[in-house]
């Protein structure tokens, strides 16, 4: 790395950006050739050049490439490149206060308690994650939950030159293991939950596992937020170097809720925070985000938040985009959320039951090219929770919408199969089971949130679960 930072630093005037796709590539670029699933990027060093590079980054030594082009040999070139980007934008987050948030489910409503709060406090505040980047009220899109480095790091910059304070992110499991956060050190990392997702990606749960845990060593984190009443949360505590702050309900922890209670529009519970003892109120319902908003006082605790701002913060969030979205008609009441994981499902729905008068419709699919083994999962607790399931299409991408389907409804129990209808079109299902419901019936349509598109076939197409609801409730 040391031969990467003397290029970096000697030829400062002359590089115009980092790249690692060789089609982006400008004059005075440097290129990173990255090794990917089904790609070798070291394959399109010479087109790299061709496009202007003036230097390759590599793991070996490339022939073909002209002598005058400076090749630099590393042991790891995704740590390479999240290291350059760090040191190419002016190592940015060493500027601001750097919160992380990992875990299957929560990551997004919590980075958005965080954020609220931080801002009752007066505190300047950036936000990057899955919903969106948004920098002093200025919104730019994401197309992953964490960007790659390069964009990561224009990100970090943008923030310190615009008189960001504090920047709250979600660390994805796929970022850890790809190292894009090399070189980022949080102030305080979080840690929500853990159950399936993403085994396509990481073969068995233990491996995802050992994914989020890279984030909660002293390499990465100053001061470790878990939690307690988590399984795998339990195995972060015990193997934790770093300083530790716990949260939960059942185990013992630091901060802790109790007494919740539930109903359409949101939930409260009595907080003890070391003894010091409050009630909250959130507008979201939900057992899990009781936990979620937990999660965000332990860390702004550990930021030293006052409590009183930190109430508030919490108690004046008024929602999440894509997160228990809730639009009342004159018939039924429909709720739009995020949930795509088999515990995610569970947890919405069993949210609903509790101040659910009538019966509970539930509208869900399940990605392709994704982790195939949720999907039974998935059918079956639909299934088992619901009144009655549509089971539809969630970005298909490259795979057959029916087969996807086949997979979901082979996890449904004989005794729940005459509940359970499917639907290809996402926008059909919807519509069906909105005529299907009665007064006082909730729909819930899970799975994408507030995600702007339909990737379907290689192909996106401007799309928004809410936009659709909307249109069949004006007409």
Same mark, same amino acid.
């Given at each position: 790395?040391?031969?990467?930072?003397?290029?970096?630093?000697?030829?400062?005037?002359?590089?115009?950006?980092?790249?690692?796709?060789?089609?982006?590539?400008?004059?005075?670029?440097?290129?990173?050739?990255?090794?990917?699933?089904?790609?070798?990027?070291?394959?399109?060093?010479?087109?790299?050049?061709?496009?202007?590079?003036?230097?390759?980054?590599?793991?070996?030594?490339?022939?073909?490439?002209?002598?005058?082009?400076?090749?630099?040999?590393?042991?790891?070139?995704?740590?390479?490149?999240?290291?350059?980007?760090?040191?190419?934008?002016?190592?940015?987050?060493?500027?601001?206060?750097?919160?992380?948030?990992?875990?299957?489910?929560?990551?997004?409503?919590?980075?958005?308690?965080?954020k609220?709060?931080?801002?009752?406090?007066?505190?300047?505040?950036?936000?990057?994650?899955?919903?969106?980047?948004?920098?002093?009220?200025?919104?730019?899109?994401?197309?992953?939950?964490?960007?790659?480095?390069?964009?990561?790091?224009?990100?970090?910059?943008?923030?310190?030159?615009?008189?960001?304070?504090?920047?709250?992110?979600?660390?994805?499991?796929?970022?850890?293991?790809?190292?894009?956060?090399?070189?980022?050190?949080?102030?305080?990392?979080?840690f929500?939950?853990?159950?399936?997702?993403?085994?396509?990606?990481?073969?068995?749960m233990?491996?995802?596992?050992?994914?989020?845990?890279?984030?909660?060593?002293?390499?990465?984190?100053?001061?470790?937020?878990i939690?307690a009443?988590?399984?795998?949360?339990?195995k972060?505590?015990?193997?934790?170097?770093?300083?530790?702050?716990?949260?939960?309900?059942e185990?013992p922890?630091?901060?802790?809720?109790?007494?919740?209670?539930?109903?359409?529009?949101g939930?409260?519970?009595?907080?003890?925070?070391?003894?010091?003892?409050?009630?909250?109120?959130?507008?979201?319902?939900?057992?899990?985000?009781? +936990?979620?908003?937990?999660?965000?006082?332990?860390?702004?605790?550990?930021?030293?938040?006052?409590?009183?701002?930190?109430?508030?913060?919490?108690?004046?969030?008024?929602?999440?985009?894509?997160?228990?979205?809730?639009?009342?008609?004159?018939?039924?009441?429909?709720?739009?959320?995020?949930?795509?994981?088999?515990?995610?499902?569970?947890?919405?729905?069993?949210?609903?039951?509790?101040?659910?008068?009538?019966?509970?419709?539930?509208? +869900?699919?399940?990605?392709?090219?994704?982790?195939?083994?949720?999907?039974?999962?998935?059918?079956?607790?639909?299934?088992?929770?619901?009144?009655?399931?549509?089971?539809?299409?969630?970005?298909?991408?490259?795979?057959?919408?029916?087969?996807?389907?086949?997979?979901?409804?082979?996890?449904?129990?004989?005794?729940?199969?005459?509940?359970?209808?499917?639907?290809?079109?996402?926008?059909?299902?919807?519509?069906?089971?909105?005529?299907?419901?009665?007064?006082?019936?909730?729909?819930?349509?899970?799975g994408?949130?507030?995600?702007?598109?339909?990737?379907?076939?290689?192909?996106?197409?401007?799309?928004?679960?809410?936009?659709?609801?909307?249109?069949?409730?004006?007409n």
């Amino acid at each position: 790395m040391k031969k990467l930072y003397n290029f970096l630093e000697n030829e400062k005037e002359n590089i115009t950006s980092l790249e690692f796709d060789s089609k982006t590539v400008k004059a005075g670029s440097i290129y990173f050739c990255l090794d990917g699933t089904n790609v070798d990027g070291h394959d399109f060093a010479v087109s790299a050049v061709e496009n202007g590079a003036i230097c390759i980054v590599c793991q070996r030594e490339l022939e073909n490439i002209p002598d005058d082009i400076t090749q630099i040999i590393v042991q790891d070139t995704r740590e390479a490149i999240s290291l350059a980007s760090h040191k190419f934008f002016g190592e940015p987050s060493r500027k601001l206060k750097m919160i992380g948030v990992t875990g299957t489910n929560g990551k997004t409503t919590t980075t958005y308690i965080i954020k609220n709060i931080l801002e009752t406090a007066g505190k300047k505040t950036g936000i990057i994650g899955t919903n969106e980047i948004e920098i002093m009220g200025n919104k730019y899109p994401s197309d992953l939950t964490t960007p790659d480095p390069t964009y990561l790091h224009k990100t970090f910059k943008m923030m310190v030159d615009a008189g960001v304070e504090y920047c709250v992110m979600e660390a994805s499991a796929h970022a850890l293991t790809l190292r894009k956060l090399k070189g980022v050190i949080f102030d305080v990392s979080a840690f929500t939950n853990l159950s399936q997702d993403h085994l396509d990606f990481f073969g068995t749960m233990e491996n995802y596992f050992e994914a989020k845990r890279i984030l909660f060593t002293p390499e990465y984190t100053k001061c470790s937020v878990i939690n307690a009443d988590d399984e795998y949360g339990q195995k972060i505590i015990k193997s934790c170097k770093t300083r530790k702050l716990t949260y939960g309900s059942e185990m013992p922890s630091d901060i802790f809720g109790l007494d919740l209670k539930m109903s359409v529009n949101g939930l409260t519970y009595i907080l003890n925070s070391f003894d010091d003892v409050e009630k909250i109120k959130f507008n979201l319902p939900g057992k899990f985000n009781m +936990f979620n908003s937990l999660c965000a006082i332990a860390v702004c605790r550990e930021l030293e938040i006052d409590m009183k701002k930190i109430v508030k913060g919490v108690r004046t969030l008024k929602k999440v985009d894509g997160r228990f979205n809730i639009i009342n008609t004159e018939g039924c009441s429909i709720i739009i959320d995020y949930a795509h994981t088999p515990e995610g499902l569970e947890n919405i729905i069993s949210a609903i039951r509790e101040f659910a008068k009538k019966r509970i419709i539930t509208v +869900f699919g399940c990605g392709g090219d994704r982790d195939k083994t949720k999907r039974p999962l998935m059918g079956e607790v639909a299934s088992r929770l619901s009144d009655y399931c549509f089971i539809t299409s969630d970005n298909p991408r490259t795979e057959d919408r029916n087969d996807i389907i086949s997979n979901v409804m082979s996890g449904i129990l004989c005794e729940n199969r005459q509940k359970v209808e499917s639907n290809p079109s996402r926008e059909d299902a919807i519509k069906s089971a909105i005529e299907f419901s009665k007064e006082g019936d909730i729909v819930l349509i899970a799975g994408k949130g507030c995600e702007p598109y339909m990737d379907e076939g290689g192909v996106k197409r401007d799309y928004k679960d809410e936009d659709y609801v909307k249109s069949l409730i004006k007409n």
